[in-house]
């Protein structure tokens, strides 16, 4: 990994730059392991977020008043009473929005607030505009609410039982799945839960606005997608878009709970700026936001599989039931990317995907780091290892028998179900280097020593792999822009689409600017994401942020660049390969020139020194008709190996060691990529272990704060927990410098640790039986699972309970050991 140069210091930078001279030496583009462009800002606290921004004397704040029931119509609403609290400038409900109430992404029904009919626990209702948060919050307790309560759905069983959907079932189907079951040697059918997960984003949702000429809006705004608030901004105010100008120059965090539902507060806020006239911030509180906002969707598969002696299968049926919450918001996309990914990197034989997406009376779910993907590879690798178990077979090799075969299309095993071809697969020398740095075979067989020796103290281990599609599914939103600003004495301003989040977005987008012209990365400085300077732009999402807007800006630095060599082919009379830009100097024919003194001449030329870049992603395309096409441009890969220990005495358990491989093609940034990396792992890990939503039998989110709902902390990271990045296998697509995406694919290799899981508690029955862990595997699910093994094991209804004196002194020491971690 190459270390970062050392910049000159402001001093050295200033003489250098009154001397003329760029400093040779410290050119740092694309490859080098940079850190983030915020990174001092975020350790001394200097990096400003919206809530850190000066607030204006007259400035009012925002609290919204909730729903405290999941469905019903609404009676009456007196305001009246809020009026009593000073400080109280204006209380706003859905009949003072001027414009369009709804503010759905993509169909209609997420009203900013709820008018007639309550869809869920937690609706936004009102909002109380006041001098100080502290009178806005006592006033909106004051407001008087009638219901009606309705009946509610709040399950996906109750929602499959009543066909309640958002959306219709979609189906992809490859062959006869119905002839090769009946027809297979061997046959399971199981089913299996997969939790939801609050994004849990350190900076909660909000907005700060000020009103302006003409009915303007400047919206500093949290989000993912400027170009997605500023629409709905201008739509509820019943203004035309370039009224609204959206800056956002970063988010304490996102994770894909910024793409949509960062508009309601932002609205909430411009609305309420819009009739008071004033300037007004919303800040959301921890329970609030994850009162209001949706959540990844809950997943309940069911599954049927057929498959030969040795474990290879040649017909699937699943049923992957989304539960959407309320309203559609991106959930049939969500859902569409579970189905694709519900092979993960798996040819399924004859294979009958169907996704469902149901409707409940909870928050409309939204999207997620995985976009759903993860949840359909969690049901897939949930089916492999119960191949394995059915077959008393190692997982890894049943895992290893199904991959994807070569891009030669080797007995037709490279077409996913879908019928996109899996091209460049790694998998399969990736899994065998990871088997070998993390040496599989030898812990496998300690961790079955260790079973056999310690009754209650078990070892488990699982290597997973993972195949991730990179695209939008929603193929119109694969494309960004950029603008490239060029100044007389050499430094560069750079602007783009994408949002920076905290994962380097914009750290690597400069690099690929200081490539184009290779110049160090401290001339180049970018400014807050901005639709005055870029319009119409994707979120930042799907894994894509570096993919398209890194294109986009070197689409307009090479344009740039271009302009540069032609002036100097014209002042020199050179031909294009006499002309080099390198280490901060350009070189024409015998002469020497500073990349300031190029750009310097170039003004004097009446050379524009400024352009747009745009890019939009190739080959892709997906016929819903025929539940067939390509709907993305490649994929990345990973690999995981988790081994963990579990005490069946009491359900608890803790990660030991994880070893990862991952693919990013040719790295723009190592270090950020390794971060990226190690961050989705925990994270992919915390949501199927310790994050557990709890809802109540009226639809009351119970877990609305860090006091019941747990996110992994810094104890939960394994002690040993190795890294590597995939060497030599540039991306073959014209990705931006040949580089992947790293954003989504790395939560997925958290499974890894489901799955090891699982393992200890299969081992109580020596391999043979599976069982029965739903997620996330929270210690009171691994008792149960334990626990339900035991039974079927025994062929009795009841365990005996165990006492201390059951435990062996190696048992105990083992036990204090865990407990002592946790």
Request: net charge negative.
């Amino acid at each position: 990994m190459s270390k970062s140069p050392v910049a000159p210091s402001q001093d050295e930078l200033a003489a250098l730059f009154r001397a003329g001279l760029a400093p040779a030496g410290l050119s740092s583009g694309v490859g080098k392991s940079m850190k983030h462009e915020s990174a001092d800002k975020h350790v001394s606290g200097e990096a400003i977020y919206i809530d850190d921004r000066l607030e204006f004397p007259n400035q009012l704040h925002l609290v919204p008043r909730l729903s405290d029931v999941a469905h019903a119509e609404i009676v009456r609403i007196d305001v009246e009473p809020c009026y009593a609290i000073p400080g109280v400038v204006r209380v706003i409900t859905a009949k003072d929005v001027p414009g369009e109430l709804d503010i759905a992404p993509l169909t209609e029904g997420d009203p900013l607030m709820a008018q007639d009919r309550i869809e869920y626990y937690g609706q936004v209702l009102l909002v109380v505009a006041a001098n100080s948060e502290e009178a806005a919050r006592q006033a909106v307790a004051a407001a008087i609410i009638e219901y009606r309560e309705l009946p509610a759905v709040l399950s996906v069983k109750q929602a499959l039982e009543q066909e309640f959907w958002v959306e219709e079932p979609h189906v992809h189907q490859r062959g006869d799945s119905v002839t090769a079951l009946s027809n297979a040697t061997h046959r399971l059918q199981g089913e299996v839960e997969i939790g939801g997960q609050e994004h849990f984003y350190l900076e909660t949702q909000i907005a700060s606005v000020m009103p302006g000429e003409d009915g303007a809006m400047l919206v500093y705004s949290s989000t993912q997608h400027p170009t997605e608030v500023q629409k709905l901004v201008a739509s509820v105010l019943n203004l035309p878009m370039h009224k609204v100008v959206v800056d956002m120059r970063r988010m304490g965090g996102g994770f894909g709970g910024k793409e949509t539902q960062a508009a309601g507060t932002a609205c909430l806020a411009a609305l309420a700026a819009h009739l008071t006239g004033r300037p007004v911030k919303m800040r959301l509180s921890r329970q609030d936001d994850m009162m209001i906002t949706g959540k990844r969707h809950p997943f309940y598969v069911r599954y049927d599989v057929g498959f030969d002696a040795e474990g290879r299968l040649h017909g699937v049926d699943i049923k992957l039931a989304g539960n959407c919450g309320y309203s559609l918001d991106l959930s049939g996309s969500i859902i569409d990317r579970a189905m694709f990914h519900a092979d993960n990197a798996y040819y399924l034989g004859d294979a009958t995907i169907t996704g469902y997406r149901c409707k409940t009376h909870i928050a409309s779910n939204t999207a997620y780091r995985g976009f759903g993907g993860p949840q359909g590879m969690v049901a897939i690798e949930h089916i492999i290892d119960h191949v394995a178990r059915e077959l008393g077979r190692d997982p890894l090799e049943i895992r290893k028998l199904n991959y994807y075969g070569k891009e030669d299309g080797t007995e037709g095993r490279n077409i996913t179900h879908y019928y996109q071809p899996v091209e460049q697969n790694l998998l399969h020398e990736m899994t065998a280097e990871l088997e070998q740095s993390a040496d599989y075979a030898a812990r496998r067989e300690a961790v079955q020593q260790f079973n056999q020796h310690n009754p209650y103290l078990k070892k488990g281990l699982a290597l997973t792999p993972v195949k991730f599609g990179i695209s939008f599914t929603a193929s119109f939103l694969n494309q960004a822009g950029a603008l490239v600003l060029i100044y007389t004495d050499g430094s560069i301003q750079l602007n783009h689409g994408g949002t920076e989040m905290g994962q380097g977005l914009n750290t690597k987008v400069a690099q690929v600017v200081a490539e184009v012209f290779q110049v160090p990365l401290y001339l180049i400085q970018i400014t807050a994401t901005d639709t005055g300077k870029v319009p119409n732009t994707s979120p930042t999402a799907a894994s894509s942020g570096a993919d398209l807007n890194g294109k986009a800006a070197q689409n307009a630095a090479e344009t740039l660049k271009g302009r540069l060599v032609d002036m100097l082919m014209r002042n020199y009379d050179a031909q294009e390969a006499d002309i080099a830009f390198s280490n901060g100097q350009v070189r024409v024919k015998e002469h020497y020139f500073t990349f300031q003194q190029v750009v310097t001449e170039a003004w004097l030329n009446q050379v524009s020194l400024s352009a747009t870049g745009f890019y939009k992603t190739p080959k892709i395309f997906y016929d819903r008709s025929k539940a067939a096409g390509h709907p993305f441009y490649y994929f990345s890969y990973g690999a995981a190996c988790a081994e963990v220990l579990i005490d069946t005495f009491t359900g608890e358990y803790k990660l030991l060691r994880a070893d990862i491989l991952h693919d990013v093609g040719d790295s723009l940034n190592p270090a950020i990529d390794i971060g990226q990396v190690e961050g989705g792992f925990v994270q992919g890990m915390g949501w199927l272990t310790c994050e557990e939503l709890v809802w109540s039998e009226k639809g009351r989110l119970e877990t609305s704060g860090p006091a019941s709902y747990k996110i992994p902390a810094i104890a939960d990271v394994p002690h040993d927990l190795r890294v590597k990045l995939v060497e030599n296998r540039k991306n073959p697509e014209q990705t931006v410098f040949h580089s992947k995406a790293v954003g989504e694919p790395p939560f997925m290799l958290g499974i890894a640790v489901w799955c090891a899981i699982k393992d200890a508690i299969a081992s109580l029955g020596n391999y043979q039986i599976h069982p029965q862990l739903d997620a996330p595997a929270t210690p009171e699910r691994v008792l149960r699972g334990v626990t339900l093994l035991q039974q079927a094991l025994n062929g009795r209804d009841n365990v005996t309970e165990r006492d201390e004196s059951d435990f062996t002194s190696s048992d105990k020491a083992g036990l204090v050991n865990v407990l002592a971690v946790k």
